[in-house]
């Protein structure tokens, strides 16, 4: 009975690091390999990988972002972000000498959540404690990382991120809706709905990167996971 137990526990383990591995090597520097990889395992990685602490990140669950930024005072709580599981990856440039990588993918993503604002967007004042919905056509993310390569538990070498930065735009459209601006006044809320999405992409880039730097940074904790439990040579050709 216990071998019985022992056995299907590993099969278990073994069934579960499959689900995750990937099926195929790159060389490092070979980047439309790397590309395809990631790319492929985009999908299973931000639906969650329990058995690796892999949280789920399409839907992300975002916690309390509060920022004050160009004369704005902005919460957003109890957010939901979707889109990383269909992302497109463009391409993953990796530079073994430099021990970093330049990943460049693109998403249509959506925000919905509770929000407060107070101050002003661009040139308007606004005011407004409601529900808050945001869709991002194209959001086009290019991420800088760093790492180091350590010994992992099982004596292999693991991929250690170490730091990250990034730049972003939206290259095809945005959509804002926000309920109860101006405690329901309609006359102003249609001015500032129309004004929001009017200028859609300057309002993204110049109050968007809070919200964005929330959800890399969530990716970011989650990918040093991954490279905890999957060792270098199950994905590199070394």
């Not at 490092?28 to 602490?53: N, R, S, W, Y």
């Not at 509060?66 to 005072?73: C, M, P, R, V």
């Not at 290019?142 to 972003?168: N, P």
């Not at 730097?213 to 040579?233: H, P, Q």
Request: aromatic share 10%.
């Amino acid at each position: 009975m216990v071998f019985k137990v022992a056995c299907s526990l590993f099969l278990a383990i073994g069934l579960a690091q499959s689900a995750f591995v990937p099926a195929t090597k790159c060389k490092l520097e070979d980047v439309p390999c790397m590309t395809k990889l990631f790319q492929d395992i985009t999908p299973v990685f931000m639906a969650g990988i329990p058995e690796a602490g892999i949280q789920v990140m399409d839907p992300m669950e975002l916690e309390k972002l509060s920022f004050e930024l160009a004369g704005l005072q902005f919460t957003l709580s109890d957010g939901r972000l979707k889109g990383l599981k269909n992302a497109t990856v463009d391409s993953v440039k990796w530079v073994e000498k430099k021990k970093s990588m330049t990943i460049d993918f693109h998403l249509d993503a959506s925000v919905k959540g509770h929000y407060t604002a107070d101050g002003k967007i661009l040139i308007l004042p606004i005011t407004g404690d409601g529900q808050m919905k945001l869709r991002l056509k194209h959001l086009a993310i290019k991420a800088h990382i760093d790492y180091d390569v350590v010994k992992g538990s099982d004596d292999k070498d693991h991929i250690k991120l170490k730091k990250y930065k990034f730049e972003f735009d939206v290259k095809e459209n945005g959509h804002y809706h926000l309920t109860n601006l101006f405690n329901g006044n309609k006359q102003l809320s249609e001015t500032m709905l129309n004004f929001l999405n009017e200028n859609w992409q300057q309002i993204a880039l110049e109050f968007g990167r809070p919200l964005i730097d929330l959800a890399v940074s969530n990716v970011f904790k989650n990918m040093n996971k991954y490279y905890e439990k999957v060792a270098l040579e199950d994905y590199a050709v070394l």
